[in-house]
């Protein structure tokens, strides 16, 4: 898919002195036509990993009419110098960017003067800033916000922001925010001069932008993508007028808004308290039904206590919709249901995880939010559809082994669906089937059940070794042998467990594990006994770990995966590929479908 710069059409460049060294735009040597094909090829090799999305068309990616001067949002670091701009590709030094041509004009002015003034305070004090356009009519104006170490009390940031807007009359307000290690943009930000919002405009729908709210960066493709998703639920609802649609990850509304304007009945969810009051303000402002509610989405969604909406949009960070937020989707089968990814790898595990669940892509458009860089924005459009067909690997008359995707466990566990366990005894006929094996319930993979429980003992000694692939943090020894008993409701039974390292990525091992007579979660107990507990495993102690592996590599769950299955009568060997949430953090591993940078 590279094209060489021999290649190119060169009318179809764009010329960028910084080029070279800013890591924003490493697209910038090919055509523009070779960057839709990279992008939309992006969205099929994600997809391709998972086997029940094997039937999804996806269309060419929607190409964007303006490639320079298109930005209207943009967090930047400051550099030593008051340098301004982005970190150089794989490293941590920051490429300042004068000439970028990217960012709006409005925006390049208000970053033209915070790297004259910057340069008069003291250095780290001021670690990123966060530039946000917002247009009605023909007037633009930028709010910014400045991202401060905690305790700078020795700054009179209020003194300067009067200054700089006094300097610079498209800026129309400043605020300050409090660095995290992980996000720019850390706690809410505080006004400091100037107004704390300001009015906006995308596809003629008002809104009001807020320091610190999500907005797309490309004003047109943003009014394109709400059109588009508009024109999709009205086909497939016959009409919003009245119709009940939920927006989840709702933001300040850019898209909940659209919706109430052509007639929906729009309630919007959003956890960042800033961005659900601007939303509620601008559909009194237009005298719009909008229906405003704070707080996590998941927790949200469980105290719902309307009627079923007819229509759901979801509009996720890159890490995507969390699984218990995606069960409760499931649940709720609406009639439609609109995603809005800006990850491909997070829109695969998620698309994969619904088509379990009976919500199945009928339409998936990749349309270019940021040009000239790797990121693409997704429409999916997903309907009800019935449930795939068990994937059964051996059945007689006592024994039933299938295969298991994530998320689904062997035993009922309170707010957990669907439990693997009635669908085995629903869908497979098997009315009296309990689960036997393998111990670890949560795990994708090979999974066995007897025909009746008076005949699980006889069906387990039917099951001999079982093979895992795991992911353990560090790096283990390259194999091991552990004995340790396994103490399940107060009872200690001993355990064995084998493992063998097949190699070692970004620092963390692959393993495969071998387990006989299996104890409940042995390998998951073992591994963490040892030092090298499995990666997402959610135990307290995992947590950063198991926070960076989902926003930085999508593993949502514990990287757990049953290969196979050895029977003893008869003699055979049963197995599982790998599936595909697993194969995509692996490969995010090695660097070859790694996310995104985020450059809000």
């Known amino acids: 898919m590279d094209c060489l710069v021999s290649e190119v059409d060169v009318a179809e460049l764009v010329s960028c002195p910084h080029g070279e060294r800013c890591s924003g735009c490493p697209l910038l040597a090919l055509k523009y036509s070779a960057q839709l094909e990279r992008k939309t090829a992006r969205v099929l090799e994600a997809l391709a990993r998972h086997r029940s999305l094997a039937s999804v068309t996806v269309a060419p990616a929607q190409g964007a009419d303006r490639r320079v001067e298109y930005r209207s949002r943009a967090k930047l670091v400051v550099g030593p110098g008051a340098s301004l701009g982005l970190y150089r590709a794989g490293s941590h030094e920051v490429e300042d960017i004068p000439d970028c041509r990217v960012l709006s004009p409005a925006l390049r002015r208000v970053a033209s003067l915070l790297r004259r003034e910057l340069r008069a305070l003291p250095a780290g004090v001021v670690h990123a800033v966060d530039l946000r356009e917002a247009r009605r009519g023909e007037r633009a104006e930028v709010l910014l916000t400045l991202v401060a170490e905690p305790e700078q009390k020795a700054v009179n940031f209020a003194g300067l922001a009067r200054a700089w807007m006094r300097a610079e009359p498209t800026l129309a307000g400043v605020s300050l925010a409090t660095r995290r290690s992980r996000t720019v943009l850390g706690a809410e930000p505080r006004p400091l001069a100037g107004a704390s919002a300001a009015w906006d405009t995308i596809g003629g729908v008002l809104h009001l932008a807020v320091p610190g709210a999500f907005t797309q960066a490309h004003r047109e493709q943003a009014a394109w993508l709400h059109a588009r998703l508009v024109a999709w639920l009205t ?309 950063a770990t198991r926070r960076h592996f989902w926003e930085r590599h999508g593993l949502d769950r514990a ?36 996310f995104s940078p985020d450059l809000g």
Request: contains cysteine.
């Open 559 to 594: 990287f757990l995966h049953v290969r196979d299955v050895r029977l003893r009568q008869p003699d055979s060997q049963l197995g599982c590929p790998l599936p595909g949430d697993l194969e995509s953090v692996l490969a995010s591993l090695l660097g070859k479908s790694e």
């Open 235 to 543: 086909a497939q609802l016959g009409s919003l007028r009245g119709a009940r649609i939920l927006d989840v990850y709702g933001g300040s509304g850019a898209i909940g808004l659209a919706l109430a304007k052509a007639g929906a009945q729009v309630t919007l969810f959003e956890s960042f308290a800033p961005s659900a009051k601007a939303a509620a303000v601008a559909a009194k402002e237009q005298h719009l039904e909008l229906d405003v509610r704070v707080g996590d989405a998941t927790e949200l969604l469980a105290r719902w206590d309307a009627a079923p909406p007819s229509a759901v949009v979801v509009n996720p960070p890159r890490k995507g919709l969390a699984p218990p937020l995606r069960l409760a989707l499931g649940a709720l089968r609406p009639r439609a249901l609109a995603y809005v990814s800006c990850e491909p790898a997070t829109l695969g595990r998620d698309l994969s995880h619904l088509a379990d669940l009976g919500l199945r892509a009928a339409t998936l458009e990749p349309l270019d939010m940021i040009p000239l860089s790797e990121s693409v924005e997704t429409f999916a459009g997903l309907l009800p559809a019935e449930l795939a067909p068990l994937e059964v690997l051996h059945e007689d008359d006592d024994l039933l082994v299938v295969s298991k995707p994530p998320h689904a466990t062997l035993t009922p566990t309170r707010g957990r669906e669907p439990c693997w366990l009635w669908l085995v005894r629903e869908r497979a006929g098997w009315k009296d089937a309990v689960a036997i094996a393998p111990g670890d319930a949560e795990a994708s993979g090979v999974a066995c059940f007897a025909a009746r429980p008076d005949g699980a003992l006889r069906a387990r000694q039917r099951v001999g070794a079982i093979t895992y692939l795991a992911l353990a943090k560090g790096i283990t020894s390259k194999k091991g042998v552990i004995n340790r008993p396994v103490t399940h409701r107060g009872r200690s039974k001993p355990a064995r467990t084998r493992y063998r390292r097949l190699e070692v990525r970004a620092g963390h091992s692959v393993l495969e594990v071998v387990v006989e007579a299996e104890q409940r979660q042995q390998v998951r107990r073992h591994l963490a006994a040892i030092g090298h507990p499995i990666v997402g495993d959610p135990h307290p102690d995992e947590d």
